[in-house]
């Protein structure tokens, strides 16, 4: 049986894609939390064409428009 290994994205160390791995792809819990608050803080993001700036009023009412 072939097992797939992925790097970390926090670290870059190899981890086995299935059930051995429970935070896959991250390597540990401690990977996965720097993740998530790189991501809270906006460090990362998903490009898009139609970004809003911080002086738009947004809200989710107007989501349905």
């Known amino acids: 049986m072939n097992m797939t290994v992925v790097k970390c994205p926090?670290?870059?160390?190899g981890v086995v894609w299935g059930e051995v791995s429970p935070y896959r792809p991250f390597c540990c819990?401690?990977?996965?939390?720097?993740?998530?608050?790189?991501?809270?803080?906006?460090?990362?993001?998903i490009p898009s064409n139609n970004e809003l700036n911080e002086?738009?009023?947004w809200s989710e009412e107007d989501k349905d428009l």
């Not at 819990?29 to 993001?45: P, T, V």
């Open 29 to 45: 819990k401690r990977c996965q939390l720097i993740d998530l608050g790189e991501w809270a803080d906006e460090e990362k993001r």
């Open 10 to 13: 926090t670290c870059g160390k």
């Open 55 to 57: 002086s738009e009023d």
